[in-house]
């Protein structure tokens, strides 16, 4: 079974960096074809794409958090890290992680974590 | 960046009726669309994928349509477990975008 498992500090004081981590299960970082992307979701807001990372370690950032973003794997723990700098009260969001799937040149977000709440508040 | 923009916010039907929502594309992103369906409180679940294709496990009245820059969800003799939000999203171009989401209420 594919699943996703996000995990972090609930709560981060503003300005702070944020590590979070997503460990993945039924299936491997080092197959060719896996690809990983973090997600967010403000409260009650819609969803924003952050970064994704490839198993031939390909990484790709959305280009308005490029500067605070960086994410990485851990091939042999099966995890994707994310970190993001210089955190601000309107990073609150709950954040996903999750696989890309595809078919020729289509891809698409299946399955996704259930997603860890973090609060940006001093 | 590529806006996807939903059409309605919000809609309110009952169980049985047959909805169709919206997915405007800034520009044309072919067939690169997927629709998802969230619950309070849970992680997004896919259901259509390249503009039309139903994902594995996913009740076939769901349905999606369209090309370009203009797609269709349409959800068929709504049951109550369909109340949810939906959102559509693009993977023609990175970043991916998603649509802001469409909030289907019980009426």
């Known amino acids: 079974q594919v699943t996703l498992k996000e995990s972090g500090p609930a709560l981060v004081k503003p300005t702070q960096t944020l590590t979070l981590t997503c460990k993945l299960s039924?299936?491997?970082?080092?197959?060719?074809?896996?690809?990983v992307s973090w997600i967010r979701q403000p409260p009650g807001k819609a969803l924003e794409w952050l970064a994704r990372?490839?198993?031939?370690?390909?990484?790709f950032y959305s280009p308005s958090l490029k500067t605070r973003l960086t994410i990485s794997k851990d091939t042999p723990k099966n995890e994707v890290v994310l970190r993001m700098t210089k955190m601000d009260p309107v990073d609150t969001a709950t954040y996903y992680c999750?696989?890309?799937?595809?078919?020729?040149?289509?891809?698409?977000?299946?399955?996704w974590g259930q997603g860890t709440l973090v609060t940006v508040s001093s | 960046d590529i806006q996807m923009t939903q059409s309605p916010s919000s809609l309110s039907a009952s169980v049985g009726d047959r909805v169709t929502i919206t997915c405007r594309a800034s520009?044309?992103?072919?067939?690169?669309l997927n629709w998802y369906q969230q619950k309070p409180g849970e992680a997004p679940k896919l259901l259509i994928y390249?503009?039309?294709n139903l994902q594995s496990g996913v009740p076939s009245r769901f349905s999606g349509s369209g090309s370009g820059t203009e797609f269709t969800l349409t959800i068929n003799s709504l049951q109550p477990e369909d109340f949810a939000t939906y959102f559509c999203?693009?993977?023609?171009?990175?970043?991916?975008?998603f649509g802001q989401g469409t909030r289907l209420e019980i009426k």
């Open positions: 999750a696989r890309m799937s595809a078919a020729g040149p289509y891809v698409w977000f299946d399955p």
């Open positions: 039924g299936f491997s970082l080092s197959t060719s074809g896996t690809r």
């Open positions: 990372i490839d198993w031939d370690d390909d990484k």
């Open positions: 520009q044309s992103i072919s067939w690169y």
């Open positions: 390249a503009a039309s």
């Open positions: 999203q693009q993977s023609d171009e990175t970043p991916v975008t």
